[in-house]
């Protein structure tokens, strides 16, 4: 049985550190906690399952700190995760089955990351991440921020899922860090790899810079480098930024775009939809809602919403099928969509619009 060294970056982290460090600790061999700084009881509640804490002196770089983390490790493998990540009972269960098994050929093991969730416990976002590596490889972190662990060779890839739990912090996070970072490195003159423009795009996206994101997600899908994934993304975002400046004209050309990198995305097809459904062509609309529900996804390693190929496009194609007057279509993809969320207000109120329709139609 290999051994595993969990190794972790930390900063004021007392409110979930606990939870995750116990959601994991039976299967890992040996626990490393890297603190960058913290002025709360992460340290103290860190303690409580490892003595190997070392301290690191901030230097706006996450790679530094994770690579710092990474030379720590004693163990034939290195597990990492962020102290707001959590293993649920079903997944711990999936990785100590793993460790039992695993093979010395296997390199590295990558896993599903569910980040975000919708009332019901859906998963909202998701994607998928390399989380156990051989340390013998000495795989290095890049980038200063959206750091990602550079990794070749035998990668197996699990049905484990590691869950965020952001949304369970109460205290506010610095949402200004990472732009600040990045604005700090072209201060500096230093120039921004593809992969960074493609980030220092979101972020500016995400603070509502619309017209400057817009510049420099043109600029990372102009360059033949790059990640697949990230340009297919490149592209759903650009279109929220035209969208949000008002060029709608430009919104459906870049959503089309997305077809040069990959199959079809059920993102795209559903905004395709969209148009065509505002247009009222909903012939056409329900062509593309059907799309997203049919396109391979199992493919998909970047970000991926799993409600653009379930629910949503079926929510839509009741409402178009209405339109065309197909109302036994109409129920159809509204009960299809109920299956998927059964709780949403959309769903239930066309439930029983089309009750009291069908009584209705009977008593006439």
């Known amino acids: 049985m290999p051994t595993i060294s969990l190794c972790m970056i930390v900063k004021d982290e007392e409110e979930v550190l606990d939870q995750c460090l116990n959601s994991v600790k039976e299967v890992c061999d040996e626990i490393v906690i890297v603190d960058t700084g913290s002025i709360d009881r992460t340290k103290q509640i ?74 019901s416990g859906n998963t909202t976002f998701k994607l998928r991440r390399n989380r156990l590596v051989k340390k013998s490889k000495q795989y290095q972190w890049i980038g200063v921020v959206h750091e990602y662990l550079d990794v070749q060779g035998n990668i197996l890839e699990s049905d484990i899922v590691i869950t965020h739990t952001r949304h369970l912090r ?46 420099y997600y043109e600029k990372f899908l102009s360059l033949y480098q790059g990640w697949m994934e990230d340009k297919v993304m ?32 059920p993102e795209a097809c559903c905004r395709i939809g969209d148009h065509f459904r505002k247009n009222e062509k909903y012939h056409t609309a329900i062509f593309w809602y059907q799309t997203a529900t ?12 799993p409600s653009y190929s379930t629910w949503i496009p079926h929510l839509h194609m009741c409402v178009c099928h209405w339109k065309l007057g197909n109302v036994e279509k109409a129920i159809e993809h ?9 709780e949403d207000e959309s769903v239930l109120n066309n439930k029983k619009f089309f009750s009291d329709y069908l009584k209705e139609k009977r008593s006439e």
């Not at 506010?172 to 600040?180: E, G, I, S, V």
């Not at 975002?237 to 430009?250: N, V």
């Not at 049919?294 to 919403?305: A, L, M, N």
């Open 46 to 119: 860190a303690s409580k399952f490892t003595d190997k804490i070392f301290d690191f002196t901030w230097v706006e770089d996450f790679s530094a700190a994770r690579n710092y983390s990474f030379s720590l490790a004693n163990m034939e493998y290195i597990l990492w995760l962020d102290a707001d990540d959590l293993v649920q009972k079903e997944d711990f269960e999936k990785l100590s089955k793993l460790k039992n098994e695993l093979d010395e050929s296997i390199d590295a093991v990558s896993m599903n990351y569910d980040i975000s969730f919708d009332a």
């Open 170 to 215: 109460k205290q506010n996070t610095d949402t200004n860090r990472n732009l600040r970072i990045y604005e700090a490195q072209l201060k500096q003159g230093k120039l921004l790899s593809p992969r960074d423009l493609y980030y220092y795009a979101n972020e500016l996206k995400d603070h509502r810079k619309y017209k400057r994101a817009i510049l």
């Open 234 to 265: 490149a592209c759903l975002y650009l279109a929220d930024c035209y969208q949000e400046i008002g060029a709608k004209e430009k919104v459906m050309d870049i959503l089309l775009e997305t077809f040069k990198y990959d199959n079809p995305r």
């Open 294 to 305: 049919q396109v391979p996804i199992d493919h998909i390693r970047g970000f991926y919403q």
């Open 334 to 342: 509204n009960s299809i969509a109920g299956t998927h969320k059964p």
